[in-house]
């Protein structure tokens, strides 16, 4: 009998990736978990940094220089040639793979984490997305650029999804107190993983450049094992805490104290993608992302083009200057773009904290409001030749561009409870995807529009700066409209607000858990692993910022 009670044990016992098997015990302190998130965000941020890669890519054959193809030759051929090298725009559109599959995974399986966990997502995750760098390494080897495309465009893509939301619930759930400082700290990990891999992918590829390869598919193979140990870690780091688990200490404020868009009940995720609420925050989203990732696209080219060479002391436009000077004015715009990730990054926990003190709907009106007013004055800046002040403007811009990704998450739970906020995260970020594209056409294609017609290059962004403008004067609007989520959307078996059915359970008591030293050096040992790359990561950009000024 004995034997047999604990064969059954072991057959029913929940696998080491079940969410059951990851609920914290006594003792276990929260702050262990942010870093497990960073851990994961830091390594799928690469994407962000992936055009380290075009120009060697695009000379993968011809070695020391590119090997146009025939013009006779069709875009089918282009995919399977061995004969002559890739054209970087093919190559962008592992870019925009990237973001189409981490908006349709993320909603696809939005539900499924929920039910799985995040251990098991996150541990997918890590073996979509260094899975998807091994295949591309076989793309580059076999020089064929379907499998690039396949490989980090689509199972990357989808290893993206998985490792961008797999954290939100968690963390939402383990900080009720401070929602958004706790998914900014995760969120900022994403924009600051170019940060890292973009440098160590520079080094890595110089590294192992030879007279026969560029070295981007020994690059992609250190980076898929770098990778896949820091996203395990982070995964098998992930705990849940008990069933209505509070911080100690901690009370939810009353009814009376808190605004009307914060509810301690729940909706499911089926029926929060109906209401007007998700729709109305999913255009907020949508409109944000679009105007910010328009102006991130096109901020080298921007600030080359508008200032010329007063970006080197020299009074010129950027059509008149030579070769070197061109070189030079293409390394200071390099440190503007840095400087733009480091704000990207620093607005994702800047804004994110500040929303639990004024609360999401301000801080998104904040971002509607000032953000119109900087895009709107961005040609005065150029026409007045202010660079101080175009820049400053710009950086705070992307400080809220970064600031939406990561006070959304809050502000979904803000609205519809934290039981399923990570499904229905996933979900809303199809906006992201949706801006992806809508953005950087946008912005492409009115510029392309102003110098066909004979506007000089550093006026051809004016329009394109009243037209973002204009999209975040919807976007406020879009922001105003949001209301309480209607009480007939609820889950059946919550109760409202201050009653108490028989079957709820109680929240759960647990005294402060001591820090020992064991824990003590562990909560050290964790940030430390995610701190040191991101700070390195961190001193490089700075060191090319540098030269903005520096001239």
């Not at 590119?66 to 725009?89: E, H, N, V, Y």
């Not at 480091?342 to 926990?349: E, T």
């Not at 039981?419 to 801006?435: C, F, Q």
Request: glycine share 12%.
């Amino acid at each position: 009998m004995e034997n047999a009670v604990s064969t059954v044990d072991v057959r029913t016992a929940p696998g080491w990736l079940a969410r059951e098997r990851i609920v914290a015990g006594p003792g276990f302190n929260r702050w262990l978990v942010p870093p497990a998130a960073l851990a994961i965000h830091l390594c799928i941020g690469m994407a962000y940094g992936f055009s380290v890669f075009w120009l060697p890519l695009s000379r993968a054959v011809g070695i020391t220089q590119s090997i146009p193809c025939p013009p006779d030759m069709g875009f089918l051929a282009q995919i399977f040639t061995t004969r002559c090298d890739w054209k970087i725009s093919m190559l962008g559109w592992t870019y925009t793979l990237f973001f189409v599959f981490l908006g349709g995974s993320a909603a696809l399986f939005g539900g499924w984490l929920e039910r799985a966990g995040p251990r098991k997502a996150g541990v997918v995750a890590a073996l979509c997305w260094c899975g998807g760098l091994v295949i591309s390494a076989v793309g580059v080897i076999l020089h064929q650029i379907w499998l690039l495309w396949l490989g980090s465009g689509v199972i990357g893509g989808i290893g993206l999804g998985l490792g961008y939301i797999s954290p939100v619930s968690t963390l939402v759930k383990w900080f009720p107190d401070r929602r958004g400082m706790a998914t900014g700290l995760a969120i900022m990990g994403f924009g600051g993983g170019a940060m890292i891999g973009a440098p160590l992918a520079d080094v890595l590829m110089k590294a192992y450049e030879t007279p026969e390869s560029v070295g981007v598919w020994e690059t992609f193979l250190t980076l898929a094992a770098i990778y896949f140990v820091f996203m395990m870690a982070g995964a098998l780091g992930y705990r849940l805490p008990p069933e209505n688990w509070r911080p100690p200490g901690w009370q939810p404020p009353p009814e009376s104290a808190r605004s009307a868009l914060i509810t301690d009940r729940h909706v499911h995720v089926d029926v929060a993608w109906r209401t007007p609420q998700f729709w109305l925050l999913w255009s907020v989203l949508c409109l944000n992302v679009t105007a910010g990732i328009g102006i991130l696209g096109m901020a080298s080219p921007l600030l080359q083009e508008v200032f010329g060479g007063r970006l080197i002391g020299v009074e010129a436009s950027f059509d008149q200057l030579d070769a070197q000077q061109l070189g030079r004015v293409a390394a200071i715009a390099a440190g503007f773009t840095g400087l733009l990730s480091l704000f990207n990054i620093a607005g994702r926990i800047f804004w994110a904290s500040l929303s639990d003190r004024i609360g999401r709907k301000t801080t998104y009106s904040v971002f509607f409001l000032l953000g119109l007013a900087l895009y709107a004055s961005i040609p005065w800046t150029a026409a007045a030749g202010n660079l101080a002040l175009f820049v400053a403007f710009v950086c705070i811009i992307l400080s809220m561009y970064g600031g939406g990704f990561s006070t959304v998450p809050a502000y979904l739970a803000d609205l519809f409870g934290t039981k399923m906020v990570g499904a229905i995260h996933g979900r809303l970020l199809t906006a992201w995807s949706t801006a992806g594209v809508l953005g950087p056409v946008l912005v492409n294609y009115i510029r392309e529009y102003q110098l066909e017609r004979g506007v000089a290059r550093a006026d051809a962004y004016s329009v394109t700066m009243y037209i973002l403008a204009g999209l975040l004067a919807l976007g406020f609007v879009c922001n105003w409209l949001i209301r309480p989520v209607d009480e007939k959307r609820y889950m059946a078996a919550e109760a409202p607000s201050g009653g108490s059915p028989a079957h709820a359970a109680p929240p759960a008591q647990s005294s402060a858990p001591a820090i020992t030293p064991r824990t003590a050096w562990l909560i050290a040992a964790a940030w430390l692993a995610v701190w040191i790359p991101l700070g390195w990561g961190v001193w490089v950009t700075l060191e090319k910022a540098a030269l903005l000024f520096g001239s």
